[in-house]
């Protein structure tokens, strides 16, 4: 069980899924290990042991960064099992690189939103209740 995002780069910035015309395109966010690299600036640590999947790990949680095979890269996703520290650090990459940040709960994009924490907070209050809470 995670809070799932996706990460991709469109032709102008959008706040919420559904402002995204039928004809939009995804831009390639760069070379695989372009975007590898990006990720662990900002995710120092993250282990890229299998390259279609790194992890990060801290002692506020973890993300999977679904990368898939495609290289050029053109979208990936993340598994967020973590506390919304995490947020700033997912925004930072999307600003660095010009990509949004897709909230697969909301439908808004996190780096666009007035509460990029409100679907998260969500996420972790029903992850407690599921597993007994802390």
């Given at each position: 069980m995670s809070w799932d995002l996706s990460i991709q780069r469109f032709t102008k910035p959008y706040a919420d899924a559904s402002e995204i015309p039928q004809d939009e395109r995804c831009l390639p966010l760069g070379s695989r290990e372009g975007v590898q690299r990006a990720i662990s600036e900002v995710f120092v640590g993250t282990d890229w042991t299998e390259p279609t999947w790194g992890i990060?790990?801290?002692?506020?949680?973890?993300?999977?960064?679904?990368?898939?095979?495609?290289?050029?890269?053109?979208?990936?996703?993340?598994?967020?099992?973590?506390?919304?520290?995490?947020?700033?650090?997912?925004?930072?990459?999307?600003?660095?690189?010009?990509?949004?940040?897709?909230?697969?709960?909301?439908?808004?994009?996190?780096?666009?939103?007035?509460?990029?924490?409100?679907?998260?907070?969500?996420?972790?209050?029903?992850?407690?209740?599921?597993?007994?809470?802390?």
């Open positions: 990060y790990g801290s002692v506020d949680g973890s993300i999977e960064f679904n990368m898939g095979e495609s290289d050029p890269n053109e979208g990936f996703a993340l598994h967020v099992r973590a506390s919304t520290k995490v947020l700033p650090m997912i925004i930072e990459l999307c600003h660095r690189h010009d990509w949004q940040a897709l909230d697969w709960s909301s439908g808004e994009f996190l780096e666009q939103s007035e509460n990029p924490g409100a679907s998260l907070e969500a996420w972790l209050k029903y992850r407690d209740q599921i597993v007994g809470g802390k």
